[in-house]
């Protein structure tokens, strides 16, 4: 696993133990096309693409000055979509895997996830959710946990992300 670290600001993104967790994830379901929804300085974009071969599209509401993937090679195959996803219109069936880590409002949270449903495709993909029981943002963890009573959801211990697996995997 190739994971670049970027040193002060772990704690501004996803943490070491979720990002191989993400990557495990892409690896289980041989993700050929990510969505991302919330990229910010493009750290787990980097790691998601240092790890794959998948074509990934990063949405977020800015752009930031600089994100990690900038210039790398990888960047090629990053698309990116700047703006509010409650107004994006997803293509259906397209992508393997989705990580959700955009708006953490009840209202974000539930766009976003439809998206992340719509997105899906094939018996071999995933969605992944982040800050669920952070104590910032209930949102995020009401909306999951009110989602579990219709989806089979794991959250993982000592990490802030949940995930489904379609039909289980």
């Known amino acids: 696993i190739a994971m670049p670290s970027r040193p ?26 990510i969505y991302e929804f919330g990229t910010s300085y493009g ?14 599209t990063a949405v977020d509401m800015t752009r930031r000055p600089k994100r990690d993937y900038d210039g790398t090679k990888y960047a090629q195959r990053i698309k990116e979509h700047i703006g509010n996803s409650h107004y994006l219109v997803v293509p259906e069936g397209i992508a393997d895997f989705v990580f959700v880590d955009g708006g953490h409002d009840y209202q974000t949270i539930g766009k976003d996830t439809a998206n992340a449903f719509a997105l ?7 969605i992944a959710w982040h800050d669920y029981q952070h104590p910032m943002y209930p949102d995020v963890t009401r909306y999951l946990n009110q989602l579990a009573v219709t989806q089979e959801l794991y959250h993982v211990e000592d990490s802030w992300l949940v995930f489904w697996f379609r039909d289980g995997l």
Request: no cysteine; hydrophobic share 45%; aromatic share 0%.
């Open 8 to 33: 002060g600001t772990e704690s501004l993104t996803v943490q070491t133990l979720e990002t191989m967790l993400l990557i495990a994830a892409i690896k289980i379901v041989d993700a050929k096309s």
């Open 43 to 56: 750290a787990t974009t980097l790691n998601l693409a240092l790890n794959s071969e998948a074509k990934i």
């Open 120 to 126: 899906t495709r094939g018996k071999k993909s995933a």
